[in-house]
């Protein structure tokens, strides 16, 4: 068994936790509404502007002994760049307020995310952060392309106000290969745990973030202008 089919196996059921969110069934059923959406994007604005400056973090703590991680970073660092970007537009282009959801706080479970991916970079072990990259892009490949097309027939928007979701996910697909094979030439097996604790957690926080839109649905909906009737 590789590392990530190991990784897979032992996250299994905090992968299931999240995946077990209504608010993602609903997704999945098409049973959206603009403010659910907007509301998930402005949560995905506030952990997604922080991937670049923790790859830099883990880039910056690589140990030696990891020297040739650096160039799978530089290329992550390529590929992640701007993304923040996409969730904004895609606010905009649904009928959200970029500027109110860049300024607004993050939810407690969402900048908690964060925080534990900084803390596992900079306190114990930067490689554990490849846990919390199995799993957002595993997330992404299993959830982005098949929730968005329902999402966007069932609010009825353009397709210009998915390029996070669509474009992330098929982005993410190269990606899952890429992390496999990062996750092999983990050799020892202190860095697989701190993979694997990582994975754990962020499962959880992750979790914990879709569990909390439909709450906060209440107060963004007052800044989302009514949609038009055909």
Same mark, same amino acid.
């Given at each position: 068994?590789?590392?990530?089919?190991?990784?897979a196996?032992?996250?299994?059921?905090?992968?299931?936790?999240?995946?077990?969110?209504?608010?993602?069934?609903?997704?999945?059923?098409g049973?959206?509404?603009?403010?659910?959406?907007?509301?998930?994007?402005?949560?995905?604005?506030?952990?997604?502007?922080?991937?670049?400056?923790?790859?830099?973090?883990?880039?910056?703590?690589?140990?030696?002994?990891?020297?040739?991680?650096?160039?799978?970073?530089l290329?992550?660092?390529?590929?992640?760049?701007?993304?923040?970007?996409?969730?904004?537009?895609?606010?905009?282009?649904?009928?959200?307020?970029?500027?109110?959801?860049?300024?607004?706080?993050?939810?407690v479970?969402?900048?908690?995310?964060?925080?534990?991916?900084?803390?596992?970079?900079?306190?114990?072990?930067?490689?554990?952060?490849?846990?919390?990259?199995?799993?957002?892009? +595993?997330?992404?490949? $299993?959830?982005? =392309?098949? /929730? #968005? !097309?329902?999402? &966007?027939?069932?609010?009825?928007?353009?397709?210009?106000?998915?390029?996070?979701?669509?474009?992330?996910?098929?982005l993410?697909?190269?990606?899952?290969?890429?992390?496999?094979?990062?996750?092999?030439?983990?050799?020892?097996?202190?860095?697989?745990?701190?993979?694997?604790?990582?994975?754990?957690?962020?499962?959880?926080?992750?979790?914990?973030?879709?569990? +909390?839109?439909?709450? $906060?649905?209440? =107060?963004? /909906? #007052? !800044?989302?202008? &009514?949609?038009?009737?055909a």
């Amino acid at each position: 068994m590789t590392f990530h089919e190991q990784l897979a196996r032992v996250t299994a059921p905090d992968r299931e936790f999240l995946l077990s969110a209504p608010v993602i069934r609903r997704a999945l059923a098409g049973d959206v509404t603009r403010e659910l959406y907007v509301a998930f994007l402005t949560q995905a604005y506030h952990h997604v502007r922080h991937t670049v400056p923790l790859l830099m973090a883990v880039g910056a703590r690589v140990p030696d002994r990891h020297a040739w991680l650096r160039d799978a970073i530089l290329h992550y660092l390529e590929e992640e760049t701007g993304h923040d970007e996409w969730i904004l537009n895609d606010i905009e282009r649904a009928g959200g307020d970029r500027a109110a959801a860049a300024a607004s706080e993050p939810s407690v479970a969402t900048e908690a995310m964060v925080a534990y991916a900084y803390d596992t970079v900079m306190r114990r072990n930067p490689l554990g952060f490849f846990g919390m990259v199995h799993v957002l892009e +595993g997330t992404s490949v $299993a959830l982005a =392309l098949n /929730a #968005a !097309g329902r999402i &966007q027939q069932a609010l009825e928007l353009p397709s210009n106000a998915f390029t996070y979701l669509k474009s992330h996910g098929e982005l993410d697909k190269e990606h899952i290969n890429d992390l496999a094979g990062i996750l092999e030439r983990f050799a020892d097996e202190d860095d697989r745990q701190a993979v694997i604790r990582c994975a754990r957690g962020i499962y959880w926080l992750y979790g914990q973030m879709f569990r +909390g839109l439909e709450s $906060a649905v209440p =107060l963004m /909906a #007052a !800044g989302l202008p &009514q949609r038009r009737s055909a």
